[in-house]
């Protein structure tokens, strides 16, 4: 597919191609994105060698390609949207390529002749010789200055060197300062979701053991009602027994005292009676 002719009035206005330069820039390397460009799940892009360091960061243990052990994959966050990215065993080379992206840089290529950021630095100018255009970088002051203040200016007896150099170690160790932030971020990530997974454990086991004790103690109570139970059962039988018993040994008590008085009465009748039979030879 031929994207030039849609391009050329894009890349024409000024404006236009510093919002294209904008959107070609890799967020880790801060460089326009180089081949092959590699297109996240999030639908974000990356340079295949930045998306690598920042694998690589977050995952020390895992293997290069190159290696003969196999590894399982590896996981990072994308630096835009800090969307988490899953990849398998081949790593950043198992993400697919964003061709329509590379097609648009080899145009904007084509197209542009200056290099990036170069309008602005063509407007860069010393405030104290504004003739001078400002393409050194004094290291004993930390500012950006120009060749006559290196000579006959303020900075005649400071460290200088080339704007370009100086430009390019910053912008290396920026990006290595991001990597360094970005793969320290998804070691952070990581520790708090183990920690998030070890809370959810420790609350399951929690609840389990809330529910194990609970069944414990009810099945407790439960053997324990079953033998007050039958405990009871076993005092009233014994109650009972007993209180048959009493009655058994008084009943033989009572019988003998009523015979006794019986045999008290019987003689004291008969004489009572032979009296007056005694009595009777003696009448008229």
Known sequence: MNFTVGFKPLLGDAH??????????????????????????????????????????????????????VSSGGR????????????????????????LVENIIDIYKQESSRPLHSKAEQHLMCEEHE???????????????CSLCKVFG?????????????????????SDGIAMLVAGNDRVQAVITQMEEVCQTIEDNSR???????????????????RKGELLQALAREQEEKLQRGLHLTRP???SGASGEEEEVAPDGEEGSAGPEEERPDGP
């Open 16 to 69: 236009s191609m510093d919002n294209l330069e904008k959107q070609l820039i890799c967020p880790i390397c801060l460089e326009m994105f180089s081949k092959p460009v590699v297109i996240l799940p999030c639908q974000h892009n990356l340079c295949r060698k930045c998306a690598n360091d920042v694998f690589q960061a977050s995952n020390p243990l895992w293997q290069s390609r190159g290696s003969t052990t």
């Open 76 to 99: 990072f966050r994308c630096p835009s949207c800090r969307h988490e990215v899953v990849l398998d065993r081949h790593g950043v080379y198992g993400l697919q390529r964003n061709l």
């Open 131 to 145: 003739e001078e255009k400002i393409n050194i970088y004094c290291l004993s002051c930390e500012v950006p200055t």
């Open 154 to 174: 303020a900075h005649k007896d400071c460290e200088v060197a080339p704007l370009p150099t100086i430009y390019k170690r910053q912008k290396s160790e920026l």
């Open 208 to 226: 389990r053991q809330k529910q194990l004790l609970n069944q414990r103690f009810e099945s407790l109570c439960a053997v324990l009602e079953e």
């Open 253 to 255: 008590s009572l019988g």
